[in-house]
């Protein structure tokens, strides 16, 4: 089993910054894939960024390139998702996600364990 922990959500005003956190513990956390999804009210959960178990590959849905940034520290057993010039339509509980294949997917279905999800709300 690996737990997931996430922090870091709140309110901001557009162009502002948040940096969400995502703790880990149980099973050895480099051997894992992480991921950030997002949820608004009355949509799908979406995939936004994903990183692979050693840190060398990332991806990032297009409507947060060059404003979003995850990495990950061993170290720490912690996953973060840097958050810039950020907009309303951001607006969403951020979920962070684990998947044991290692390997970065943008497949909601692929990850194996989650948090419990942390808001962020950005207003106009």
């Known amino acids: 089993q690996v737990q997931l922990v996430e922090s870091g959500g709140g309110l901001v005003q557009a162009g502002g910054s948040l940096r969400l956190s995502c703790a880990t513990s149980?099973?050895?956390?480099?051997?894992?894939?992480m991921g950030w999804f997002r949820q608004a009210p009355g949509k799908e959960r979406e995939f936004v960024a994903g990183?692979?178990?050693?840190?060398?590959?990332?991806e990032y849905v297009d409507s947060v390139k060059g404003r979003f940034t995850i990495s990950r520290d061993s170290a720490k057993n912690t996953v973060y998702l840097q958050m810039n010039s950020l907009k309303p339509e951001d607006t969403a509980v951020y979920y962070c996600a684990a998947d044991a294949l290692g390997v970065v997917t943008t497949r909601v279905g692929n990850y194996d364990y989650w948090g419990q999800g942390t808001q962020v709300t950005v207003s106009s």
């Open positions: 990183i692979n178990w050693s840190g060398t590959t990332t």
């Open positions: 149980g099973r050895t956390f480099s051997n894992y894939a």
